[in-house]
Structure formats: structure tokens, C-alpha cells
């Protein structure tokens, strides 16, 4: 019974929001067309007042300003206008269909202004006129009067079928409802039939044992059924929390890999606008997070390259698809933010459903700055080395074509001694090359040696002498009586000093000395070449063992030629010997490099080399 009165009161309340819906449409409604007519009349009325008689009321009225009215407002809620007088007297009018203007006088404080009333007509609908009085006044004080029907209470006819959809969808949902109720209540519903059977006065000598039985059974049936019920709904609210919690692992772990990747990452919603920029995207184009976030793409991006590309991508699948563009695309620019960084930005449209969803475009920027540099130094290092093998080839070519024509001794001799020249060039540069590339690519690897250097100092001294002899130099050598033993590989330490000496004697100047010496110092051995030669400026001496590197021989009288390679081979082998290189040179005055290498102390019965 309980229930079926639960049934009732939700179609009650379904009905009940039903009309409440409905009467608020129809109150809005009949508003709305009053105050169009109000506007309608006050206007009509108000430009009309104003034009002369005989315009307005031109053949009796269906020729003038009236009779073009008709014609514009012959709709439904528009009843007439006419000119008359205060009495109600009509001196001109039209009317739509099935309607006249009532012969009615007109309020007194009509003269005194512009005005508006109710007119009821007996069984016909009730009118509502607006009136003023005429500006011409030719013909007497006149009036305008126009009357539009009273709108009324009535059901919109378009939100008809939405008032219908909406009734229908509620008397589906209450009997649904009903029926869950239902359920639900129905164990309790049969123990209270139980109780009330069990309390009529046919009973009234007490209830038997069966009776009992059978309520408490019915009790006990109740009390599973929703302890079932509750702990259904206490696994459910668990299930959720722990999906909830899954979820959120799930992403914050998703958003940490997002993070810790080594490029950048930008997602932009199909719109174009930054919906995800991680952390290493604000030191790639040094612009923070905040101000890419929500932002449209021309607000940040500055580079035409990268606009055109992601340009392509945003506005959807269909649109890319449209302008023919690939699955991903990449281009390189410089940021505009940070100075001499070079980055590379692939962009790859984020779909899913099967390739018809669009998620908006994932873009990858990487910092390719060194791979830059590396591609632009390998053109450069081809360039270079082209250049230093075919000009010594040339100059050869160029002096053995001088020795087959000629058979003057001293220019055979000449030309013998440049083309000896120009091939030890080459040697050296080939050489040096190898033992580059040896390097680069980690195959030079030191045998070291525990060596005392003595006798290796003795006899680079002692290779370099004629060559410096040879141009006018003086060759010192200066050893302590014991030198301290260094672990070296003794060939290519060699290669290291070699350079060194070469330099000083090339970089030197007529006259001039070229001093090797080596000295213990605290638990370093120091090995210096010194020279008194040209020395280099300072600007240059932080580049000087850069590989390539070479001092602008500018205007300089002597031309020496080379190629960039000897010092920066030599400060990489001590670098090898975990030793160090250091210059010290003045302009004009000269120049010191000194190799500093750890001595290493003797093990016991040990051999030194
Ligand atoms: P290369 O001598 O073949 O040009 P290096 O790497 O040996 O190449 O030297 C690099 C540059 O350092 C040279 O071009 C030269 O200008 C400068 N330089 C090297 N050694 C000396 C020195 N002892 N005195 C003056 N300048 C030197």
C-alpha cells in the first residue's frame, strides 16, 4: 500500500513539474508579444502624429500612410488605425480583418498627451489602444488611434514538441523509478504485511509459535538482503577509490617519464593552442612554461619554419590530411630566446579511435647544436685538407715540369730542394692526420711505460739540432743531474715533444735560441720548450690548442705555413698521460710550453725503461 502511495506521489510531482513547465512558457510568452505590441503601437502611433492630414488620410484613408500600414501590419494581433476626434467621431481608418474601430470617446487627459487603454468589446477579443494627438491641426484637434488585439495566454507552438519530449521522458523515468523503489522495498514491504497480520484482533489471543517463526525468518531474510546490499555498495565505493588511485599513478608516472625525457616535449590541442610543455622545454627555447600554456602558437613561436610546420597540424586530422601533409614532419631552427642553439622540432599528429579522433599535435624539439657544429667542423676539416694536400701537389707539379725543361744546375737543385720541402709538408700533415683520427676514434691507445726521460730529451735535442742549426738557431738543452721516472708510452710522447720543438724552431726568428729543459717540481716532472721567437698574443692563447686552430699570419713578412694540427695533438697525447700543458708567452719576446707529467715512485726490484 506504502508503496503504491510512493508510486502516486512521483506522478504527482512528474505532473507537477510538467505544468509548473509549462505555465512558466506560457506566462514568458504572453510578456513577450505585450511588449512587442507596446513597442509597435507607441511607435506607430508617435510617427504618425506627426505627418500632415492630407497625407495620412489620402482617399479616406486606404490611399494614405494608413493604407500602407495595412498593407505592413495586416498580421494577426493588428486590429486598426484611424484618425478621429476626442468624441470618437472617425474621420479615417483601416482595419484588419474582421475588425473596425470601436466608436469610443477618448479619455480627457488625451489633449494633454500621448496614451494607451484596454478596450473590451462585448464577446469579441479585448483590444489594446495606443493614442496622440495629431501635430496638424488643420482640421480641429485630432487623434491618432491605433489598437492591436490583447495578447493571449497560449503554448508557443515551436516549444510544443519540446514540452512533448520533455513529459515523455519523464513518464518513462517514473515508472523506472517506481520500479527499483519497488524492489528495493518489497523484503520490507512483506515484514510489515507480516507485522500488521500479525496485530489484527482475529489475533488478539497472541501469536502462535508458526507466526513468530515465520517473522523472524522474514526478519532474518530482510537483514541479508541489505547487509548484501550495503556490502555491494561499500565494494563498490572501494573498487573506485582504488581504480581512482590507479589512475592517478598511473598519470603521475606517465607525467615523471614525460619529464625525465632528455628532449622537449610541447602537445598542442588541435586548436593549436600548448596543452603540455615539459620541464626541458623552457632551456631549449628559453621561454618559461607559464607563458607557453594556453597560448596560441603565433604568441610564442617566432621562427617561419617551425610555424609553417606545426601550422600544418593544427585544426585536426581531416585538415592535415587535406593540405597533403605526411604523418610527421621536422625542421631545424634557431631558437630566438638562447644564443647559438641549434634545435630540431618533429611534429607528429596525436590520434586515436582508429585514426578518426584527433588529440592535436605532439611536437619532440632536440638540441642538435653539437651534431651542427660536428657537421659544419667535418665540412670545414674536408675543405681545409683539400686545400693544405693541393697546394704542396701543385708547387710540385709546378717545379718538376721546371726540371724536365731546364739544365741549369742550380735551379735543378732549387727545384729538387722545394719539391723535398712540399713532400715533408704533406708527410707531416698525413701524419698528423693519422695519429688525429687515431685518436678520435680511440685506437691510439698508450702503452705507458715507468721511463726515466733522460735519454728520449737527448735525443729529440739531438734530431732538432740541425734543423734549427740549419736556420740560424742556437739549441739548448738543460737537465737536472736525476730526473724523477713518469709512466709514458715513449713513442707517442715523442710525437707530443716533437711538435713542440718543430714550432719553436719554426716560430722563431733569426739568431734566436730554442732551450728543451726538464726539472723535478714537488711530484711533477716539467718538461719545457722554450723559445725566443714571435710569441702569441693573448686573444689567441685560449684557442691556440684548438684543433685547426691557427694564429692570422695576417701582413707578416715570413709566411710559415701549416696546419692547425701540432699543438692540439700534442696537448691531447699529454692529456692521454693524465698530465697537463701549459703556455706562457709574450708577443715579440717569446714562448714557453710546459708539459707537467706525475712522477711515479719506484716499486720495490721494479725496472725503469
Ligand atoms: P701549425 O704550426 O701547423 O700552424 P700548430 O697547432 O702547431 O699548427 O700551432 C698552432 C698555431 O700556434 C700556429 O699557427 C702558430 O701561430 C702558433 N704557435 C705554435 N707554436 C708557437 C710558438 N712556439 N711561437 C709562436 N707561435 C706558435
Known sequence: ????????????????????????????????????????????????????????????????ILGALLAYHDNGDFAYAAIGSADGRILAEVAGRGSMTPAVALPASAAAGFGERDLAQGGAPALREFYGPLADRSSGQLFVRVGFYQPRYALPAQDVSFLALLALAMFLVVPVVYLMLKREMMPLAALSDQLRSLARPDKADGANDADMRDLIAGMRGYLDQAGARIAQLEQGALNATADNRLLQYGSKKLHAALQSLPDGLLMLDPGGEVSFASGKIEPLLGIPRERLLGQPLESWCCDPALRTLLGRYSGGLRDHARAGGAASGSVDFAPVNVEGRQLSATAQPLSGGHGTMSFGTLVVLRDVTRECLARQAGNDFVAHVSHELKSPLNVIGMYAEMLADSDDESLRVESLNVIQDEIERMNALVGNLLNVSKLETGSMSPERNRVRLDDMLRDAYDQALPRAEGKGLRVLLDLPRELDAVAIDKDLFRIALNNLLTNAIKY???????????????????????????GIAAADQGRIFDKFYRVSEGDAPVKRGGHGLGLYLAAQIVELHHGRIVLESEPGVGSTFSIHLKTVPAPAGAAVL
Open 508 to 534: 722563431n726568428r733569426q739568431g734566436g735560441s730554442v732551450t728543451l729543459a726538464a726539472r723535478n717540481e714537488d711530484n711533477d716532472i716539467v718538461i719545457s720548450v722554450r723559445d725566443t721567437g714571435i
Open 1 to 64: 500500500m506504502k508503496l503504491n502511495r510512493i508510486g502516486m506521489i512521483l506522478i504527482a510531482c512528474a505532473l507537477a513539474a510538467i505544468t509548473l513547465v509549462v505555465t512558466l512558457l506560457v506566462v514568458r510568452q504572453h510578456d513577450r508579444q505585450a511588449a512587442q505590441i507596446r513597442i509597435k503601437g507607441v511607435g506607430l502611433v508617435k510617427s504618425l502624429s506627426t505627418v500632415p492630414m492630407p497625407v495620412v488620410t489620402a482617399n479616406g484613408g486606404n490611399g494614405g
